[in-house]
């Protein structure tokens, strides 16, 4: 087997993340999956091997690519290598591509000026590429009229078309679907069937389990599990990385059943109907929920679901259908949650300020924020801090929070924890569960995860395209 | 009730308090400029209480005295104190770019919050509206009031105020349009909280950094005008004691008192700083 990449006690540190000395190698056609969590320090491994290190910060220790020290070279010298020798498929392809170029020019670039074929040939070579990898007809196409799939194929033909032998992958499908990421997925294994090295970062387990090879758990910079994936992810010895795959949605323990005989309905939605920009969402959709249910509505983004639940709440007015909504629950009872939990909160004041604000309006009493802080285990020193500096899994259990001070009989959920690792995945999605069955309130959960919305919904409507 | 003005100052106050939403908002050069101006401030108001000199008193027998003890600033080609006229001009000058600013700034955000929350026909009408006020030429428009009105000193601030609204409004309108439509006010409606507070925690504390951005160009662009319009004799008559005026007046005398003609100079360029450093490198 030929050793592509070797990485010997690289270690990486500043002053929050840090990377403690990690060895690892990379040898062709089996691929090398590091899996941890949003801060883990995985994508920092990923830029000390590329040489694209924010400003500051330095990698120690010895990196080999194709059996020559790099780590040692100028970054002149190492951005030569780039696409040449080691190419980076980025997270966002929207964001790696030229939004006001076509496809077909931008694959092409890679060949006239990297490869430095004549314009007429490099052309020719970016179409075959796009060909071979299910494109055709997409050529001319721009960046954003492109799926989110089809766009990572085209940055993907880009960074491959000077025939790099290694392929960092930065959570290549954080940004798609199921399907999507199956898509990708199955295009980075053929890589690798081509004899190629293939280096993947992600935190989703399903995509390290389908590309097998070796996986790395990754947790706060230190490899927490390494092996080959039959063995890390089917019988992990390390008590972390046991954690996390229990976390996979696919794996959680069916959640407790909804007592029966308790909540009339409290949405009922018949025969709605939404077009946009001149295509149908959808037509002839109903949704019903009943208090302390959770009905899930999952499908390809893109296809509504967003839509659906605006509808359901009152934001958005059907095109067609009706919409009734228990007329004994005051307005202000029908909430919703958001996918970006800083994004929902005033972004100037504190979280005890955003919260006092509800409180006051309603007249509530403070001491139910102090027990519900409690049972969402959160602390109090949260409160005195800004929306955006608090992490993500506290600001959405604070989200619940403040949407529990109104005793909500319906609340839409809009892809609540799809930011969220997949521990604190677990941890919201338990909570607002619980919290669906004690209160009674009816959860409308939208989702692009399948797994999940099978896992934690009572019913289920699914959108297509 | 709360209205526009407690609104804009309260929201003022919360900016300057260092640490509210993520660090002081006056720091650096922002810092410099205000106190320049706080102590021009001090200078205009603060003049009268320790030198009881008229600023329109002439003495004929003592012209052109270069600064002592007894005048601090010297006496003008009339024998007035120096330092009484340029007290007195700072203070016409301040007031007058504060209250244009206000004027300009008030109606401009109310409206473009109005445009950009309501959407829809209201938008368009007063989009249309700016549009044609934005045609009329601003310069030209002054010129018209005062020969409707010669040397008065409203029909010179209403001039200036009448076009400077409008970029207040564009700006906000722009921000409030792309604000309404966001999670955070989505929530904040859906939770029952009114207009009043969505402006209040949502709305202004995105808009006061640029409205104090705008507000300090706009102060320094009618310091110039007026003092412009003053040099050139169609702003505020005579006696008033008013920069550009005051210029004029001592521009024969530049030979003999040239530290005389320098003063009213000098308190343009410093006034003019104090705002342009107030205005700030980064309007967000």
Not at chain 1, 231 to 245: D, E, F
Request: aromatic letters at 4%; charged letters at 20%; proline letters at 7%.
């Amino acid at each position: 087997m030929t050793v592509l990449l070797d990485l010997t006690e690289v270690a990486v540190a500043s002053a929050d993340a840090i990377v403690h000395p990690t060895s690892l190698t990379l040898t062709a056609g089996r691929p090398l999956t590091i899996l941890g969590e949003t801060g883990s320090g995985k994508s920092l491994l990923a830029q000390a091997v590329m040489g694209t290190l924010p400003a500051g910060l330095r990698a120690e220790g010895g990196i080999r690519l194709l059996g020559q020290d790099v780590g040692s070279l100028s970054p002149r010298q190492r951005r030569a290598r780039w696409g040449r020798q080691i190419s980076l498929l980025p997270q966002e392809p929207w964001l790696a591509l030229d939004p006001t170029m076509k496809a077909a020019a931008q694959v092409a670039e890679t060949y006239r000026h990297v490869a430095g074929s004549p314009p007429a040939e490099a052309a020719a070579n970016a179409r075959r590429d796009l060909r071979q990898l299910g494109l055709e007809g997409a050529e001319e196409r721009l960046p954003g009229q492109l799926s989110g799939g089809m766009a990572q194929r085209v940055a993907f033909a880009a960074a491959r078309a000077r025939g790099a032998r290694v392929v960092i992958a930065d959570e290549p499908t954080s940004a798609l679907d199921d399907d999507r990421r199956d898509e990708v997925v199955a295009l980075l294994k053929r890589e690798v069937d081509d004899g190629g090295g293939l280096l993947t970062i992600t935190h989703d387990v399903a995509v390290a389990r389908a590309l097998g090879g070796d996986v790395i758990v990754f947790r706060d910079g230190r490899v927490e599990e390494s092996g080959p994936a039959a063995r890390v992810l089917t019988a992990p010895a390390n008590p972390y990385a046991r954690r996390l795959l229990a976390a996979e949605p696919a794996a959680w323990p069916a959640l407790p059943p909804r007592r029966t005989g308790g909540g009339g309905p409290v949405l009922r939605a018949e025969g709605l109907r939404k077009q946009r920009g001149g295509r149908v969402l959808f037509e002839d959709l109903s949704v019903t929920a009943e208090a302390g249910e959770v009905v899930g509505v999952c499908g390809p983004s893109g296809c509504g679901k967003s839509t659906l639940g605006d509808i359901c709440l009152g934001l958005l007015a059907a095109d067609g259908g009706t919409v009734w909504r228990d007329p004994a629950a005051a307005r202000v009872r029908w909430q919703k949650l958001y996918q970006d939990p800083p994004a929902a909160f005033p972004p100037h004041v504190t979280l005890r300020q955003a919260l006092t604000d509800v409180v006051r309006l309603h007249r509530r009493d403070w001491s139910e924020v102090e027990t519900l802080m409690a049972r969402l285990r959160l602390v109090p020193a949260l409160l005195d801090r800004h929306p955006r500096s608090v992490s993500g899994g506290e600001l959405q259990r604070l989200a619940i929070l403040r949407v529990l001070l109104v005793d909500p009989v319906f609340l839409f959920a809009d892809e609540p924890t799809s930011r969220l690792d997949l521990m604190t995945q677990k941890e919201t999605m338990d909570l607002l569960v619980g919290l669906a069955r004690d209160r009674g309130c009816a959860v409308l959960l939208v989702s692009h995860d399948r797994a999940l919305v099978d896992k934690v919904c009572d019913r289920t409507v699914r959108l297509d395209h | 009730m709360t209205t526009p003005a407690t609104l804009t100052l309260r929201g003022l106050g919360a900016r300057l308090r260092p640490g509210a939403g993520g660090g002081p908002v006056l720091s650096g050069r922002r810092l410099v400029g205000a106190g320049l101006l706080a102590l021009l401030a001090v200078f205009a108001w603060g003049a009268p209480l320790i030198s009881d000199a008229d600023p329109a008193r002439q003495d004929l027998l003592r012209t052109l005295v270069p600064p002592s003890l007894e005048a601090p600033l010297g006496t003008d080609h009339l024998g007035r104190s120096l330092l009484a006229r340029l007290a007195a001009a700072v203070r016409l000058s301040l007031g007058l770019a504060l209250m244009g600013v206000l004027t300009a700034a008030v109606p401009g955000v109310l409206l473009g919050i109005l445009a950009g929350w309501r959407g829809g026909w209201v938008d368009r009408l007063l989009v249309v509206l700016s549009d044609a006020f934005l045609a009329l030429p601003g310069l030209l428009l002054v010129l018209l009031m005062v020969a409707i009105a010669p040397g008065s000193f409203w029909a010179l601030y209403v001039g200036i105020a009448l076009v400077l609204w409008i970029e207040y409004f564009r700006l906000v309108r722009a921000t409030t349009r792309t604000l309404v439509t966001s999670p955070q006010i989505e929530a904040s409606r859906l939770l029952g909280f009114g207009p009043l507070y969505i402006v209040r925690r949502h709305l202004w504390p995105e808009l006061a950094p640029m409205v104090l951005t705008l507000g300090a160009f706009g102060g320094a662009t009618a310091i110039m005008a007026i003092a412009a319009l003053g040099f050139v004799s169609v702003g505020l008559r005579p006696p008033t004691a008013e920069l550009g005026l005051m210029m004029t007046e001592l521009l024969p005398y530049h030979y003999e008192a040239p530290w005389a003609l320098l003063q009213p100079i000098a308190v343009v360029f410093l006034l003019v700083l104090g705002l342009i450093l107030l205005a700030g490198k980064d309007p967000r």
